[in-house]
């Protein structure tokens, strides 16, 4: 079974603090994700990686950052934690073509006050 | 511009009863099509996929259905039982658009089986 990990369940940081948001996947997958997930706006993708040290933006990147040193790890980074950040973090991976299939960690539950 | 939209947000049926959930798709690029389920606190897990090449893809309980011409797809979960109220996501790929790794998802409908 593929397993991705994400380093919090949840976490409660201050307005301007720097947060680091860790995810692993077991699989050796190509590809890695990062969502948030808010009531009723769904699933929105800020960052992507198809390949170590490659990213791109998604839908949604202002205010984030990503790293990806490793094929195993895929880091967001929230520069300076604003209040608007306070969100469900989900991080997914895939191995790619053929298979399209996203799996996904369980989730950071991430606060700013 | 939502290119995937599942415009129910909430769905509600009786324990054994059929559920419909639907989702419509405005990029006609879109070729590959996922169905998800989620649980509070719990991240997303994959229920069921379909290729633009068929038009119905089925797994025990839960068949989805694609209708290109109408740009629209729906997921049938018969019978339904208490344990499948969840959020049920639309998500949609263009595999041959280059961005075959990317998926773009619905807002989501709540489902609620009642006993």
Known sequence: DVKVTQSSRYLVKRTGEKVFLECVQDMDHENMFWYRQDPGLGL??????????????????????????????????????????????????????????????????LTVT | DQQVKQNSPSLSVQEGRISILNCDYTNSMFDYFLWYKKYPAEGPTFLISISSIKDKNEDGRFTV??????????????????????????????????????????????LTVNP
């Open chain 1, 44 to 109: 929105r993708l800020i960052y992507f990686s198809y390949d170590v040290k490659m990213k791109e933006k998604g839908d949604i990147p202002e205010g984030y950052s990503v790293s990806r040193e490793k094929k195993e790890r895929f880091s967001l980074i929230l520069e300076s934690a604003s209040t608007n950040q306070t969100s469900m973090y989900l991080c997914a991976s895939s191995l790619g073509s053929p298979s399209y299939e996203q799996y996904f960690g369980p989730g950071t539950r």
């Open chain 2, 65 to 110: 259905f694609l209708n290109k011409s109408a740009k629209h797809l729906s997921l049938h979960i018969v019978p339904s039982q208490p344990g499948d109220s969840a959020v049920y996501f639309c998500a949609a790929s263009a595999r041959s658009g280059g961005s075959n790794y990317k998926l773009t998802f619905g807002k989501g409908t709540l």
